[in-house]
């Protein structure tokens, strides 16, 4: 069950390391995640099987943005995605799992002003957001028609496209990354 929640964040936040997804196990399964400021700010305890080199890393939302710690230390900015992040966002929907109030998202691991188009008969909420030193564009969907969708991509002059599959999601996980979806969802 937890390992493959684990799986299902990896695979919604585009990561492929075998690597990530054994630490974030590893850090949800510890029990290190606390959560200090409900939906801004938790702490991860550090792990020295895993490398950590602190007892403890905050890891918070500014904005749009999910930021740890670790990253304004030394080497920071090579982590990108952190694992306390994803022991945060995992322990996240593992507490929200039995929500009933769910919307559609899809993350993809461009900044918006890579993304040429979408290809979507309803209006989704399209917005760019930051985990960790990471820039996502987010597409979230609430109505019930969708279950993937045609990105166009811009990268060096060329366009391609990828199908990408919505993951359902609870709302409240969803309103970490995008706050105006709960506007959103009210309107639709």
């Known amino acids: 069950m937890l390992i493959s929640l684990v799986k299902n964040i990896a695979r919604l936040l585009e990561v492929d390391s ?5 630490r974030v196990y590893k850090r949800v399964r510890a ?3 606390r959560e200090i400021v409900p939906g801004v700010l938790w702490q991860v305890g550090g792990l020295p099987e895993l ?3 602190e007892d403890k890393y905050d890891v918070w939302r500014r904005g749009s ?11 920071g900015y090579a982590r990108r995605l952190c694992t306390h992040i994803g022991a945060v966002l995992t322990r996240l929907l593992l507490e929200l799992e039995n929500d009933t109030s769910t919307v559609k998202i899809i993350l993809v691991r461009r900044p918006l002003s890579h993304i040429a188009r979408v290809q979507q008969t309803c209006r989704p909420l399209i917005k760019e ?6 820039k996502y564009t987010v597409i979230a969907c609430t109505c019930g028609l969708c279950d993937y969708t045609e990105i166009f991509v811009e990268r060096s002059s060329h366009i391609y496209t990828c199908r990408k ?3 359902r999601v609870p709302l409240r996980f969803a309103l970490l990354f995008l706050p105006e979806l709960a506007k959103y969802v009210a309107e639709h």
């Open 18 to 22: 075998k690597s990530w997804i054994r």
């Open 31 to 33: 029990e290190t995640v």
């Open 51 to 53: 490398g950590d080199r």
């Open 65 to 75: 943005s999910i930021v740890c710690s670790c990253q304004y230390s030394s080497w």
């Open 129 to 134: 957001v930051s985990i960790g030193f990471a």
């Open 165 to 167: 599959m919505f993951f």
